[in-house]
């Protein structure tokens, strides 16, 4: 399970400058406002930040105005804390934007908190939640007008997906480890 603490934007969507402390809100929070105030924005910006992806392309969610976006995500899952840094520039012309992320883990160290960067990020990343952007959004994310996606999936694409959700090869390995251990 991956716990949010805070997510800070800048430049995403309808987002100038917002911060979110998710840690203050309990165990449970719900977005509530009207019709673009930007609440599937801060959904797209948690799958951005550990993802590298949303709903639109990374071009479409730089806030109007704006050459740059980023997003930071600090997050809790099992016993370590993570810092997720993404960054995207629009390209010019006919050239694609550039994006780069940053992994850091917290050290536990008041004068050095984060310490230094973990490499591969995004890899590293996916390891850690233990699920990509088709994943997250068929599982954890109720996404507008895509509700009905896992829904309309064949059911070995469901049984697939849930199987990797929740790890059943490290609870198929147990299994056998209790097997062997009765034999």
């Not at 984060?114 to 390891?127: T, V, Y």
């Amino acid at each position: 399970l991956m716990r949010p603490e805070r997510l800070d934007l800048t430049d995403f969507g309808a987002h100038a400058r917002s911060s979110i402390l998710f840690s203050l809100l309990g165990d449970a929070a719900v977005l509530v406002g009207p019709t673009g105030s930007g609440k599937s924005t801060i959904l797209d910006a948690i799958l951005y930040a550990i993802s590298g992806e949303c709903r639109h392309s990374l071009e479409e969610q730089v806030r109007r105005g704006a050459d740059t976006m980023g997003v930071e995500l600090i997050f809790r899952r099992g016993t370590g804390r993570y810092r997720v840094v993404r960054k995207y520039k629009r390209g010019g012309g006919k050239r694609s934007g550039t994006s780069v992320v940053e992994l850091f883990m917290d050290t536990g160290n008041p004068l050095d908190p984060w310490g230094e960067p973990l490499k591969p990020a995004a890899e590293r990343i996916q390891q850690i939640i233990g699920a990509d952007y088709s994943l997250l959004t068929a599982t954890s994310f109720c996404l507008q007008g895509e509700s009905a996606e896992f829904v309309k999936k064949r059911p070995a694409e469901r049984l697939a997906a849930y199987r990797k959700l929740v790890h059943a090869e490290h609870w198929a390995d147990y299994l056998r480890s209790a097997r062997a251990e009765l034999r």
